[in-house]
T-cell receptor, first 111, second 116 residues
């Protein structure tokens, strides 16, 4: 069964550094998402992406965040200058019709 | 405001006990409702979903959920849990209809621990 994959599984970075989280959605899916879960808190929506543009973003998704689908298969989330509060599990998801399929997540730790 | 509330944060059951996890939502308009499960060390997996039609939906592994529109609820049930059901369970909602972006709003999750 096709799966959403994410790399890396864990990333440790220094505050102020840029990080890029990578996702490979299921190949025929058209809608892509990033969510995050801070330890002990809810899974929160960050951004949705369709037809090569952002379709919706949350208040969390400020100018420090960007998304890209550079080559038709990868879907990336970039954080330009990480903050301590960006430490979280980041999940990518994709769907074709209505049901979202999630990747295993990237655990980001900002020191 | 759009929100999902799961009443039980941590549930401990013995094997063969019946399970009911509560989920209430606040969302204007048509909704799609989901239960996802996250087994230890694994990613979120879809248990079941409700879009329309029969409000009693059956999912994988013997789980079912009932959509009660008047109560804004979508509770998850299983008649007899197994040790392998130990996991975290998330209720989620998004808007139905073609204009919706699909953004999921999650509850805070319920940790289920099943004792053998």
């Amino acid at each position: 069964e096709p799966e959403v994959t994410q790399t890396p599984s864990h990333q440790v970075t220094q505050m102020g550094q840029e990080v890029i989280l990578r996702c490979v959605p299921i190949s025929n899916h058209l809608y892509f998402y990033w969510y995050r879960q801070i330890l002990g808190q809810k899974v929160e929506f960050l951004v949705s992406f369709y037809n090569n543009e952002i379709s919706e973003k949350s208040e969390i998704f400020d100018d420090q965040f960007s998304v890209e689908r550079p080559d038709g298969s990868n879907f990336t989330l970039k954080i330009r200058s990480t903050k301590l509060e960006d430490s979280a599990m980041y999940f990518c998801a994709s769907h074709l019709v209505e049901t979202q399929y999630f990747g295993p997540g990237t655990r980001l730790l900002v020191l | 405001a759009q929100s999902v509330s799961q009443h039980n944060h941590h549930v401990i059951l013995s094997e063969a006990a019946s399970l009911e996890l509560g989920c209430n939502y606040s969302y204007g308009g048509t909704v799609n409702l989901f239960w996802y499960v996250q087994y230890p060390g694994q990613h979120l997996q879809l248990l079941l979903k409700y879009f329309s039609g029969d409000p009693l939906v059956k999912g994988i592994k013997g789980f079912e959920a009932e959509f009660i529109k008047s109560k804004f609820s979508f509770n998850l049930r299983k008649p007899s849990v197994q040790w392998s059901d130990t996991a975290e369970y998330f209720c989620a909602v998004n808007g139905g209809g073609s204009s919706n972006t699909g953004k999921l709003i999650f509850g805070q999750g319920t940790t289920l621990q099943v004792k053998p």
